[in-house]
């Protein structure tokens, strides 16, 4: 399934940056309003939350920046993202463990989950990016 995901970037990398971007909105949403609203079931502090929303707002407006874009470095603008999903990822499970005499199992299993789906899109633009040499193929 991977595979056919990296295919399906490959055809049309721009993709990437609009699936990226859209999970990026959901996230902070799901971080900035839904986990805030419940954040004695999850038990991640509020701050944290905010913090933690607002990085994927960012993540975002680089998503649409770049799903914009006729031409230019592709494999170097999808690498940027990718790596920006890495440290996101690092971040937050960094902030779980700071806070983990408060957090609980449903905040550890969001935690974990968002991990994996960040995780998985980073693997598949590091991988459609390697297809992309920056001075061999633009965007059409």
Request: contains cysteine.
């Amino acid at each position: 399934m991977i595979d056919q995901l990296i295919n399906w970037g490959n055809a049309d990398p721009r993709k990437l940056f609009l699936l990226d971007g859209l999970g990026a909105i959901l996230s902070a949403f799901l971080l900035g309003v839904v986990l805030v609203e419940f954040e004695e079931y999850f038990g991640i502090p509020r701050p944290t939350l905010y913090i933690l929303a607002l990085l994927p707002c960012l993540f975002a407006g680089y998503d649409f920046f770049c799903y914009q874009k006729k031409s230019g470095n592709i494999g170097s603008l999808l690498k940027g993202i990718a790596f920006l999903n890495v440290g996101y990822c690092l971040l937050s499970i960094g902030l779980a463990i700071y806070h983990y005499e408060k957090v609980t199992y449903l905040g550890w299993g969001y935690v974990l989950i968002e991990i994996l789906i960040v995780m998985t899109i980073a693997r598949i633009e590091l991988k459609a990016a390697d297809s992309y040499p920056d001075n061999k193929k633009r965007v059409p």
